[in-house]
Nanobody, 127 residues
Framework: QVQLVESGGGSVQAGGSLRLSCTASGSTYSGNYMAWFRQAPGKEREGVARIYTGGGRLIYADSVKGRFTISQDNAKNTVYLQMNSLKPEDTAMYYC????????????????????WGQGTQVIVSS
């Protein structure tokens, strides 16, 4: 498994921006799907965005399409989540996760399929 460390969370007013980072270590970074999930108090963990370390199609939750962008820097083993036009409903703990490529095609991000998780970074959006 790969070890993941997130950073970049914080408090921002509605309409603002934040960029989250997730740096991987301890195992091979390539060949993994890297994803961002979030969990608000009292709610289930939901997928936000996914990227494959080898490139290709990106996946976004409908709620963040057009506002969030996932990207990566393979030289740094780091995945980013650029969050623009933030809304109060984006308030949550954001987690980075990874899983090896393979298995059924994923169209909706399923947290149970991910085998490595970071500790999370808090995002608070005030109105």
């Amino acid at each position: 498994q790969v070890q993941l460390v997130e950073s970049g969370g914080g408090s921002v007013q509605a309409g603002g921006s934040l960029r989250l980072s997730c740096t991987a270590s301890g195992s091979t970074y390539s060949g993994n799907y890297m994803a961002w999930f979030r969990q608000a108090p009292g709610k289930e963990r939901e997928g936000v965005a996914r990227i494959y370390t080898g490139g290709g199609r990106l996946i976004y939750a409908d709620s963040v399409k057009g506002r969030f962008t996932i990207s990566q820097d393979n030289a740094k083993n780091t995945v980013y989540l650029q969050m623009n036009s933030l809304k109060p409903e984006d308030t949550a703990m954001y987690y980075c996760a990874a899983r090896p490529r393979g298995g059924l095609i994923e169209t909706v991000l399923n947290p149970s399929r991910y085998t490595s998780w970071g500790q999370g970074t808090q995002v608070i959006v005030s109105s």
